[in-house]
T-cell receptor
Framework: EPEVTQTPSHQVTQMGQEVILRCVPI?????FYWYRQILGQKVEFLVS????????KSEIFDDQFSVERPDGSNFTLKIRSTKLEDSAMYFC????????????FGSGTRLTVV | AQKITQTQPGMFVQEKEAVTLDCTYD???????LFWYKQPSSGEMIFLIY??????QNATEGRYSLNFQKARKSANLVISASQLGDSAMYFC???????????FGKGTKLTVNP
């Protein structure tokens, strides 16, 4: 069964450092998403991406965050200068369309900022 | 105002029994979709079931069924014949018609006892 792949599974970074989280969405999917889940809390939407553009973003997704699809397969989330409060599980997801009932999530990257 | 409310922080059920996890939602959009995801202790988000606002029948997927009561704005998940492997966090989520994002509830931790 096709899956969304995220790397690394766990990343530890120093406060103030830049970090890039990587995702390989399902190959025929056209819409890509990032969500985050702070430990013990609910899953929160960050951004959606379609046709090489951000199509929707939340208030969490400020200037410190950016997304990119650098080639035909990868989808990345960059945090420019990490803060302690960025520590969370970050999930990538993809779908064929935004009305698609089949949002597929990756296994997540646990980011720890120290 | 919360869009998705899950009032049960934790639930316990005996193996082989059925359990209902509650979810209520709030939207004025006539077109929306409702989702349930399972998050085991390993952290990944696993799609379980989907219900569209215009669907006439309640969704079912194997041992999972969604008790959709539109007038009450509730979308409870019913798990029949619980198994030990069903122990996990369960999240209800909604996508409104004009948006690409999923809005999640705070989750219910289900524990299945042998």
């Amino acid at each position: 069964e096709p899956e969304v792949t995220q790397t690394p599974s766990h990343q530890v970074t120093q406060m103030g450092q830049e970090v890039i989280l990587r995702c390989v969405p399902i190959s025929n999917h056209l819409y890509f998403y990032w969500y985050r889940q702070i430990l013990g809390q609910k899953v929160e939407f960050l951004v959606s991406f379609y046709n090489n553009e951000i199509s929707e973003k939340s208030e969490i997704f400020d200037d410190q965050f950016s997304v990119e699809r650098p080639d035909g397969s990868n989808f990345t989330l960059k945090i420019r200068s990490t803060k302690l409060e960025d520590s969370a599980m970050y999930f990538c997801a993809s779908s064929v369309t935004p009305r698609d009932q089949g949002y597929t999530f990756g296994s997540g990257t646990r980011l720890t900022v120290v | 105002a919360q869009k998705i409310t899950q009032t049960q922080p934790g639930m316990f059920v005996q193996e082989k029994e059925a359990v209902t996890l509650d979810c209520t939602y709030d939207t004025s959009d006539p077109s929306y979709g409702l989702f349930w995801y399972k998050q085991p202790s390993s952290g990944e988000m696993i799609f379980l079931i989907y219900q569209g606002s215009y669907d006439q029948q309640n969704a079912t997927e194997g041992r999972y069924s969604l008790n959709f009561q539109k007038a009450r704005k509730s979308a409870n998940l019913v798990i029949s014949a619980s198994q030990l492997g069903d122990s996990a966090m369960y999240f209800c989520a909604m996508r409104e018609g004009g948006s690409e994002k999923l809005v999640f509830g705070k989750g219910t931790k289900l524990t299945v006892n042998p």
